[in-house]
C-alpha cells in the first residue's frame, strides 16, 4: 500500500501562486510515479503533471505547461506542485496518485493509489 496526503490548497487571487505537497509514505516507491489530477465542479478529473520518482521525469497537461512545476524531494518523500499564474479556471479539487512503472501517465486508470485532495480556488 502507499498512502498520500496532499496539502497546501487555498483561496487566492488570479495571478497568485501556490505550492501543494503531496506528502508519501507506505511500501518502497522507487519505481513508482506521482501524479497530479484535479476535478473541477461537474467536470471530469483532468491530468496536470506527473514525475517519475527515479529519475525525475516529467509531464504536463499543455494548460499548465508553462505555469505549473513538479518536483519531488527523496529525502521527505514529498512531491511538489508550484502553481504560478493562477487563473479562476485552475479553480478544482488537486488530488496527488501513485501508480507502478513509468508508462502511460497522463491516464488517471493507470494510478493505483490517491490522495484525498485538497482544494484550491482562485478568484478573478
Known amino acids: 500500500q502507499v498512502q498520500l496526503i496532499e496539502s497546501g490548497g487555498g483561496l487566492v487571487q488570479a495571478g497568485d501562486s501556490l505550492r501543494l505537497s503531496c506528502a508519501v509514505s507506505?511500501?518502497?516507491?522507487?519505481?513508482?510515479?506521482i501524479g497530479w489530477f484535479r476535478q473541477a465542479p461537474g467536470k471530469e478529473h483532468e491530468f496536470v503533471a506527473a514525475i517519475t520518482w527515479s529519475f525525475g521525469g516529467t509531464s504536463y497537461a499543455d494548460s499548465v505547461k508553462a505555469r505549473f512545476t513538479i518536483s519531488r524531494d527523496n529525502a521527505k518523500n514529498t512531491v511538489f506542485l508550484q502553481m504560478n499564474s493562477l487563473k479562476p479556471e485552475d479553480t478544482a479539487v488537486y488530488y496527488c496518485?501513485?501508480?507502478?512503472?513509468?508508462?502511460?501517465?497522463?491516464?488517471?486508470?493507470?494510478?493505483?493509489?490517491w490522495g484525498q485532495g485538497t482544494q484550491v480556488t482562485v478568484s478573478s
Open positions: 507506505g511500501r518502497t516507491f522507487s519505481t513508482y510515479a
Open positions: 496518485a501513485a501508480k507502478k512503472g513509468v508508462g502511460n501517465l497522463r491516464q488517471r486508470p493507470q494510478y493505483d493509489y
